[in-house]
């Protein structure tokens, strides 16, 4: 159960370092992560005095 256990553990930290490395070398090889960037205008009606 011990061996299981620290199996698991390790894949998730090498999980977690990769994602890390992801996150910091992907632009590097053509990753975006930046949000698509649209202006969006709604009309709204405002019932006051």
């Not at 620290?6 to 890390?20: H, K, M, P, Y």
């Not at 996150?23 to 006051?48: C, H, K, W």
């Amino acid at each position: 159960m011990g061996k299981l256990l620290r199996a698991i553990l390790f894949l998730i930290v090498l999980a977690a370092i990769a994602l890390v490395g992801y996150a910091y070398l992907g632009p590097m090889f053509g990753a975006d992560f930046s949000a698509p960037q649209s202006e969006t205008r709604i009309p709204v009606e405002l019932n006051g005095s």
